[in-house]
C-alpha cells in the first residue's frame, strides 16, 4: 500500500455531503468498510 495524504475520506465526504448523499464507516478487526448513498433526485429539463 502506497502512502496517502489522507485526504481521500475528508474530500469524499465533502463531495457527497454536497450532492445530499451520506457517508458511512464500520470498524471490524480485518479492517474498515466504508459504502455512500446519493439521492435518487431526477430533474425534468
Known sequence: ???GLGLGL???Y??????G?????????E????WF???NDFLET
Open 37 to 39: 448513498s446519493l439521492p
Open 21 to 29: 448523499g451520506q457517508l458511512t464507516a464500520e470498524n471490524h478487526a
Open 31 to 34: 479492517g474498515a468498510r466504508f
Open 10 to 12: 475528508a474530500v469524499s
Open 14 to 19: 465533502a463531495i457527497i455531503h454536497e450532492l
Open 1 to 3: 500500500m502506497g502512502d
